[in-house]
Structure formats: structure tokens, C-alpha cells
């Protein structure tokens, strides 16, 4: 090998040692700033678990707060031992939670004994939650700030690093405060989800005309919420279940109780604790429709409030006699009725399924069917408010017909506004999908649902609905969610925007 080789040979060996070099130094400032950024966010997120929370008086609670990441952004109020309240407020990744620690009985007292202390606090309680989340907003940074160097000295030893960490956890802080502030919904507190004791709810909440009135007024909507809740720790035996209301209608609807007696004690707490007005069952009473079944209907006599019934495709025409022999029922069946305040129109179901030897109609003629039931409304004279069937198959020919359509028959909820200005609400099953929902092979049991409806008393439009699920067999949950109406008195028949849409299966068998 010549001389001049072995140059090029060295050359080229030293050329790619260096690049070697190189690479290794660059993967090693990268590990190093990764492992800087990863202390950082750990270090931060512990700060804010253990030191991210304040005290501080609003209306006459304490209320802590705490602030923590979390990928679903919301606020949270904690109500024990009743529950949850939870709104979705804000799309970044932080969650903001409020505990009532403790209530000041003096001002608990003074809002029992005078109603319009509520109405007084709504103007300084605006004054008192900024002052809170600013504390809470100073005290996290702090603490988010102090973890994140912390853990940056524990692991590296060096101050530049744990510097560099706590830069990034405060860069990250401060980008979902920003993003939080961006998406920030003070609207959201109408619609809450709740989730705890049944029993409690209707007072957490509040009535329906109050959140309806009061939908653009953040303050006094959280000052309503802080007064409900510091009644109920004052005197919550003393207090009334719920303030009765001439110019609102509570419907509780059920539907799909398919023979489950656990049904009524069900119906009967709600009727109970929302001050309900009527009732209305979308069919599917009992589960064969035979005449041992018949004495099930009799447990609606000892409801003290209108029952008005449809028969379902598990209902026989013996059903629906034994039905019809109940005082408080009113059955419909092609027809048009005035129930408490509300113009009802309702048809029973033609297809019977139990009986495997009748010829039932198709899905075809069905639909057929609730033609010729919506052009009789249409001729008729009345105007309808809502019409109650089984199955939106056959309902579906009331689009634009009438404002506000309820069904079941699919043991799912779910809700449609179309547009031509049809609410088409579809009910879960009251009864756990009857003796289906004793089958474990579910994997799940089968919840228990119904929604309590707010009407208007003089316009008979909906305003708002709490659908209220309870834990199925071998659970113990409950939660409530509430829904506000955002046009009630929109027009019907006349086309506009297509509405929402949602629904939530329960995975039973129909």
C-alpha cells in the first residue's frame, strides 16, 4: 500500500469516528433534556397534588379548591354525602375541583329563614370565587414550580437542570391555563352531571324554571347552587322535598318496566322527590301479556298522580283492560286526552310479539300505520303537545306534527331534534330490561332508567329534562344529568337547522 493510501485510509477512518462522536454526544444531550422535561412535568404534578389546594369562603361555605391535570377538562363540585356535580366548562386538560369542607351555620340559618338571601349573596359570591381561583392559580404555579425543581435536584444534581425543569412544567401550566381561559363555558353550570345519592338530587340541582330563567346569569346560578347546598346541611329533614310551582309540569316518563316490581318503588321515590305531576308509560308494562301478568298493572292505583298509558309489543289487549280498570289511568289508543295541563296524543303498538301464532304486522306497515295516526292529528282540532307510542317506527310520521314525541320499545335513551322542529325523546327501560336484566352473562346489569320533563304550564313546550339512571342489579349508583332546551318555543312544520342528536345503549336484549 502506498503512502498516499494510507493518508486517505486515516482520513476516512477519522472522518467517521468523529461523526460517531458526534452522534453519541447529541444522543446524550437528547436523553439528558428528555429525562429534564419528564422530571419536570412528574415533579410539577406531585407539587400540585400535594400543595395545589386552597380554603376560601364563598357564600356561606368554605370551599376547597384544587387544580390538577387531567385529559378531559372540568369542573367538579364535590357535595358529600351526596355526591358529584360535575360541568364541562373548559377543553383543556385541567380539572378544577370545589369541596365543601365546612358551612357556617349562622348564614345557613339566615338563608333558611329568608329566601331572598339567596338572591343578596348572588352579588358578592362573583367577588369571592375570583378571589378563591386567584389564590388557588398563585398557590398551583408556586407549588407546580417548587415540585418540578425539587425533582430536578434529587435526580441530576444540578440546579441548571432543575431550573430548566420547573421552566418547562410552568411552560406547560401556563399554556392549559390558557387554553382553559379560551374555552372557558360559564353556561355549562345549567347543564350539570350528577352523580351520588338519588335522593338528593332534585335539591342539588334545582328547579328547572330557575335554571331556565336564570341561564345567562353565571353568579346567581352558583349562588343558587352554594344556597341549595347549605339548606340541606342545615336542615335537611325540615326542608321541602320541592317547592311546588303552578307555572311548571313534571312528567316523570318511564317505559320498558317488562314485569320488574322493583319498578314501582322506583317510580314511587321519584314521583316523591320531584313533586311529579303525571305519568307517562311508553308500553311494555308486563313481558308475555298474559292474564297471570294482569295483576301487575294494579300497582299503578297506588300511584297518587294520572298514569297515562300505550300499549307496547309485550302487551296484550288484556293488558291493557286490566290497565284501563286502574283509576288513575289514562289509556290511549288512537286518541287525543287532556292530562294534567298537557294535550296528549297516544297509540298503542299493533305488532303483539309474544304471541308467535298471530300474524303481526311488518316494520313496513307499522310505519304505515303512524302515517295515518299523524294526518288524523293533523285534521283534528286540538292542539297537541306531545304524542306518546312505542316505537319511533311508528312515530316517525310525527315529524313537524307536533313538538315533542316520546317512545321506547329499544332500551336505549336517546334524543333527536329534527328539523322540522320534532323532539323525538327515546326512553331506556324503567325495569332493567325485566327479568333480561337478572341474566349476568350480560357482563354488565342493565341500569334502570326514566326522565323527569319540565313543561310550561301556559305553552305545554318542554323546557328542560333530568334523565335519571340508577345502578342495575348488584350496583348502587345513581346519576342524574340535566338537559335545558335551548329553543322550547321554537316553530313546528317549518324546515331549519338540523338539531343534535344522542343516544346511550344499554345492550339489552329489545
Known amino acids: 500500500m502506498s503512502w498516499e493510501a494510507i493518508r486517505t485510509y486515516d482520513l476516512r477512518g477519522a472522518l467517521r469516528r468523529f461523526r460517531e462522536s458526534l452522534v453519541r454526544i447529541r444522543a446524550g444531550r437528547a436523553w439528558r433534556w428528555a429525562c429534564v422535561v419528564v422530571a419536570g412535568l412528574v415533579g410539577g404534578w406531585l407539587g400540585l397534588a400535594l400543595a395545589g389546594q386552597v380554603v376560601t369562603p364563598i357564600g356561606p361555605a368554605d370551599v376547597t379548591l384544587s387544580l390538577s391535570p387531567q385529559w378531559r377538562g372540568e369542573t367538579v363540585v364535590n357535595v358529600a354525602p351526596l355526591g358529584q356535580l360535575a ?92 387554553a382553559a381561559g379560551m374555552t372557558f363555558n360559564p353556561s355549562a353550570i345549567a347543564e350539570p352531571r350528577y352523580t351520588g345519592l338519588i335522593a338528593g338530587a332534585p335539591q342539588v340541582v334545582g328547579s328547572a324554571e330557575e335554571v331556565v330563567g336564570r341561564f345567562n346569569e353565571y353568579q346567581e346560578q352558583l349562588a343558587g347552587l352554594v344556597g341549595n347546598v347549605a339548606m340541606i346541611y342545615e336542615a335537611t329533614s325540615g326542608l321541602p322535598v320541592y317547592e311546588e310551582d303552578e307555572s311548571v309540569i ?30 307517562v308509560d311508553s308500553g311494555d308494562l308486563t313481558d308475555r301479556g298474559s292474564a297471570a301478568e294482569d295483576v301487575f298493572a294494579d300497582e299503578i292505583s297506588k300511584l297518587d298522580v294520572p298514569y297515562v298509558w300505550v300499549r307496547g309489543q309485550h302487551d296484550s289487549m288484556g293488558t291493557q283492560r286490566a290497565v284501563e280498570a286502574q283509576a288513575n289511568a289514562v289509556v290511549l289508543d288512537g286518541e287525543v286526552r287532556e292530562v294534567g295541563g298537557l294535550t296528549l296524543y297516544g297509540a298503542g303498538d299493533p305488532r303483539y310479539t309474544p304471541d308467535a301464532t298471530r300474524l303481526n304486522p311488518t316494520a313496513e306497515g307499522v310505519a304505515a300505520l303512524g302515517e295515518e295516526q299523524a294526518a288524523e292529528v293533523i285534521g283534528g282540532r286540538e292542539e297537541v303537545d306531545l304524542a306518546l307510542l312505542h316505537t319511533e317506527t311508528q312515530a316517525a310520521a310525527f315529524d313537524g306534527v307536533v313538538p315533542l314525541v316520546l317512545t321506547g320499545g329499544d332500551h336505549l335513551r336517546s334524543t333527536r331534534l329534527t328539523d322540522l322542529g320534532t323532539r323525538f325523546l327515546g326512553q331506556g327501560s324503567t325495569g332493567g330490561a325485566g327479568l333480561r336484566g337478572l341474566d349476568h352473562g350480560r357482563g354488565r346489569p342493565t341500569p334502570y332508567q326514566a326522565s323527569v320533563l319540565y313543561f310550561d304550564a301556559e305553552t305545554g313546550r318542554l323546557q328542560a329534562r333530568d334523565d335519571i339512571d340508577l345502578g342495575g342489579l348488584g350496583l348502587t349508583s345513581a346519576q342524574v344529568e340535566r338537559h335545558i332546551e335551548a329553543d322550547p318555543d321554537r316553530p313546528v312544520g317549518e324546515p331549519g337547522p338540523a338539531g343534535d342528536e344522542e343516544s346511550e345503549d344499554d345492550g339489552a336484549d329489545r
Open 87 to 178: 360541568f364541562e366548562t373548559h377543553s383543556a386538560p385541567l380539572r378544577l375541583e370545589a369541596t365543601i369542607s365546612d358551612i357556617r351555620l349562622s348564614a345557613a340559618q339566615e338563608m333558611f329563614a329568608d329566601p331572598d338571601a339567596i338572591n343578596r349573596m348572588a352579588a358578592g359570591i362573583g367577588s369571592d370565587l375570583r378571589e378563591g381561583v386567584i389564590a388557588l392559580v398563585v398557590r398551583s404555579v408556586l407549588a407546580a414550580a417548587v415540585g418540578a425543581a425539587l425533582m430536578g435536584l434529587l435526580l441530576f444534581r444540578s440546579v441548571w437542570r432543575a431550573l430548566a425543569g420547573s421552566g418547562v412544567c410552568l411552560a406547560v401550566l401556563a399554556g392549559s391555563g390558557a
Open 250 to 279: 313534571r312528567v316523570l316518563h318511564v317505559s320498558d318496566i317488562q314485569l320488574n316490581p322493583a319498578s314501582w318503588s322506583i317510580i314511587r321515590t321519584l314521583l316523591e322527590q320531584y313533586a311529579v305531576d303525571v305519568v
